[in-house]
Each structure stands twice: as structure tokens, then as C-alpha cells.
């Protein structure tokens, strides 16, 4: 089946630096892929929509100058929290869907992001 | 604009029951619904897809069924085991949009 790596799984970083989260799809290729968030006990907000080749489609209310995006391959999707805080921590997962199978959509695994 | 609502937000159960989580969607106009599993810190694991022009589908212990017309969904476990402890959430995609998301059901299989 279709498989999406996710990295890294948790990463700790300190408030006002940068970090770069990727999404691979291994085995096929995926023009759209998705990034979502998810705070504790909660269920996943999608933040934007990224396409291959162009911009990146951001839902109301989600920062596009703090969650980067480049979509610069068929295969890999990557998201940049810039100048990270800790409100910012959270678990974010992308997705992305295999058009060929009959899966819907496949998840990474998550990364668990916290901001000290 | 579509909303999604999973009944019970959580459940616990003695091991070997049966069980039923409920799904239930505002607008019926929906491509396909997706049941999936998340274990705690983990990503999301996909168990079914239940296309917009089929009632049911199943895979072992797993039965998942669409009613678009009243707008729910429902995912019966058989035999319920510990390892099924997770949470289950259900998702719906409208044509060439993105997924919408229920809040989820903490399942809870006790020994």
C-alpha cells in the first residue's frame, strides 16, 4: 500500500529558531499533499494544501509567513515553522493521497514539535 | 460547511465485547468516508474506505457502514482485544476537497 514517511518524529527546539519538517511519499507520487495539526486530545485542523510546482493553499486563520511550505517534487513536501514559539508546539502530520489506489489517504507518522 | 461528530468521545469496554462507534456528517454530498486508527504520539493508520456509492465494507473484526441519505456512519468491532485500544476517528472527503475530521473516540479494551 501507499506509505508516507514523516521527519522527524519529535524534535525540541528553542523559541526564535527554524524548523523544517518532511513529508515523503514513497512509493508514488503525490501532486497534493496535506499538513495538518493536532493539539492534545484533539482532532487534526488541516493548515494548507500544498501542490507541486506552486504555492502552497493555507486555511483562514493559519499564519502563511510562519508555516512555510514547498512542495518542490512529486515525492516531497516539506513545512517550516519559522521563528518557533512555544505556542507553536504541537503534533503535525501530513498526508498525502495515492490517486492510482483505492487507500484514500495515507498519514506519516507525526512529529511532535516543542518550543522551549 | 461540513461538520463531523463522533459518538461516544469515549468509550471503555471488557475485553471480548462487541462494539459500535457512531459517525455522523452534516452534508451528504460527500466522495468517499474514511475510518482510521491513532494510537497515542502516532500517526493516523487508515482501516476503511467506504466509497459514496457503497453501503459497508469489512476487513477482519471490522465492518464499517455509510448511510449518506441520514448522513452517518458507523464502524462495529467484533470481539474487541486490549491491542484495539486507540483512538478512532472518521473522516470525510467532499469531491476534490480535502478530509474533514470527527473529534475522534477514545476506544479503551479492558482485560
Redesign the interface.
Known amino acids: 500500500g501507499a506509505v508516507v514517511s514523516?521527519h522527524p518524529s519529535w524534535v525540541i527546539c528553542k523559541s526564535g529558531t527554524s524548523v523544517k519538517i518532511e513529508c515523503r511519499s514513497l512509493d508514488f507520487q503525490a501532486t497534493t499533499m496535506?499538513w495538518y495539526r493536532q493539539f492534545p486530545?484533539?482532532?487534526?485542523m488541516?493548515m494548507a494544501?500544498s501542490n507541486e510546482g506552486s504555492k502552497a493553499t493555507y486555511e483562514q486563520g493559519v499564519e502563511k509567513d510562519k508555516f512555510l511550505i514547498n512542495h518542490a517534487s512529486l515525492t516531497l513536501s516539506t513545512l517550516t515553522v519559522t521563528s518557533a514559539h512555544p505556542e507553536d508546539s504541537s503534533?503535525y502530520?501530513c498526508?498525502a493521497r495515492d490517486t492510482g489506489a483505492?487507500?484514500?489517504?495515507?498519514?506519516?507518522?507525526?512529529t511532535?514539535l516543542t518550543v522551549v | 460547511k461540513q461538520e463531523v461528530t463522533q459518538i461516544p468521545a469515549a468509550l471503555s469496554v471488557p475485553e471480548g465485547e462487541n462494539l459500535v462507534l457512531n459517525c455522523s456528517f452534516t452534508d451528504s454530498a460527500i466522495y468517499?468516508l474514511?475510518w482510521?486508527r491513532q494510537d497515542p504520539?502516532?500517526?493516523?493508520?487508515?482501516l476503511l474506505?467506504i466509497q459514496s456509492s457503497q453501503r459497508e465494507q469489512t476487513s477482519g473484526r471490522l465492518n464499517a457502514s455509510l448511510d449518506k441519505s441520514s448522513g452517518r456512519s458507523t464502524l462495529y468491532i467484533a470481539a474487541s482485544q486490549p491491542g484495539d485500544s486507540a483512538t478512532y476517528?472518521c473522516?470525510v472527503?467532499l469531491a476534490a476537497k480535502?478530509?474533514v475530521?470527527?473529534?475522534?473516540t477514545?476506544l479503551t479494551i479492558n482485560p
Open positions: 514523516q496535506f486530545k484533539q482532532s487534526l488541516l494544501t503534533f502530520i498526508s483505492i487507500y484514500g489517504y495515507t498519514f506519516g507518522s507525526g511532535r | 468517499n474514511q482510521f504520539g502516532k500517526g493516523l493508520t487508515s474506505l476517528l473522516a472527503r480535502e478530509l475530521f470527527g473529534q475522534g477514545r
